[in-house]
């Protein structure tokens, strides 16, 4: 048990961090010659590589930035000197796409998804005086059998290139933050909470899991007063006239574990805990029974040079830009982010629809044009498809399991435009959210986003949902410059069958949106224009409010991000509300008014 806990680092008296960020050793392995010359034991005419850092950017060749196959990390370390007696555990943020980890030679654990926290426990193969060699070997191929999904072609040179399913540039390393870290021998490993209100109070109910022992629990306001206390693994906290979590208006209590062993205090936990619930009733999204309207964004870990880096910069900047244009809801488009940025949100209010990387369900490299036009393609009939779905049912209970107990994760996604019109697709998805709805004890709606070949009269998979999410890009990909007229109509006759179906559920758009460039103004407009992004806009918005089941807008993108290349991307995805440097482009001043 000791081992798989993934629970955020955390300093008390019981526990401490030391960060191992900054310079690390670096080699590729093109020949993958690495495990057979003993690479674990030590790594030899290596380059420097910041870490945390996605590699590809930083390099000034084409053959680096496109690398894709095997490559290794290496750093060394001390134990500090009152760290003996302790469970020792190195902590990756994630490691893209999955890895070996060695320490002194000997190998701890290996991790499949890159998206994800890894747990080496590193204990029994430290020295406690003498330097540690901390060596790890990753590799970012792709495959139909991993997530996100995609294939790895050989160049007739021999090299290697990734070629995605999915839209966004195939960053690898290790992209977050790692940490040694101690736990105490007998420590608390895992936790859940969920909320209940009452007419005056508010119940937050927790079980705790940990060595043997009695576990005490106790709230603590943001005075940091105790206004809850209970002893027992399990057990309520319940708290009067509570501060809820709301939507924008943030209250975070802390929720404090303590672990006594024969009546000795061994391990103690503190954490952020924001009260408040979730549920789908009829077509609307309610949290602590209020009705919401998801305005807002879906995004990419992407910045210039860091690529999919964490950055607390960036972080903060975003929020920043997203608040400014009274935003109050993200998807984390296609993967789980670094776990710092759930912690903003739960302090910012914002809403999240967590997803996991099930990306790429479709077999086509333009696969973002391809769905955007409805085109079909096979893909749930393929050999690999066990191997993926062990994949991908794993990865939905790791995110699960790490952002279980953030306020801000109201609703998980479980993929991203899959191919969803065969039986195969709909038997693939039916374990998908059978296994995510028996991970989660708060019950948080699942859902997932559609492309256009997902319609009503032909998509299998939608009444899993408990609210729809549809990517559509009428007046982009299809229905576009001087065809511009269709799009009104084509959309509408899509809503008006979703809506003759009765299905008394909230959609949400999880997507919409054009590409333009800050370059190109034009009137009237053309596509690739900010002005053709403005009127684009203005058409989802007027047919959005049109529908009483539309209860959300998370405009595809953010931000412009870097992609693979190609003649539909001008250096990336050129569709963000911000460009790639934070800055608004037209648009985000008519989103901001009309978010207001
Ligand atoms: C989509 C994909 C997203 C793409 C986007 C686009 O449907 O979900 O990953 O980036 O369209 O801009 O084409």
Redesign the pocket.
Known sequence: IMTTSVLYPVSNSYRDNKSLNGLWQFKFDPQKVGPAEHWERGLTDTISMPVPGSFADLFTDRESRDYTGDFWYQTDFYVPRDWDEQTLLVRFGSLTHRAVIYCNGVEITTHEGGFLPVVADITAAVNAVTVNHLVIKLNNELSEATLPVGTTKTLPTGRLVAQPY???FNYAGIQRNVWLMTLPKQAITDFDTVTTLQATTATLQYHVQSATGTITAQLCDADGQVVAENTGVAGKLVVSNPHLWQVRHAYLYTLKLQLQVAGQLVDAYQTSIGLRTVAVHGEQILINDEPVYLKGYAKHEDFDVLGKAFNWSIVKRDFECMKWTNANCFRT??YPYAEEWYQMADAEGFLVIDEVPA?GMMQSTQ???D??KGKFTHFFETPTVPTLKHNHITQVNEMIQRDKNHPCVFAWSLF??PETTSTEAATYFKDIFKAARAADVQQRPCTG?F?KNSQPDTCQVYPLCDFICL?R?YGW?INSGESFDEATVAFKAELDQWQAKHLHKPFVFS?F?T?NLVTEHKLPSVMWSQEYQNEFLQLYFDIFDEYSFIQGELI??FADFQ?NQGVLRVNG?R?GIFTRERQPKDAAFLVKKRWE
């Open positions: 999915f839209d966004f488009s296609h990306v696969n973002f044009a769905a955007g991203n435009e986003a492309e990517n890009y990909y997507e949106g590409d595809w993108n992609t995805n569709k």
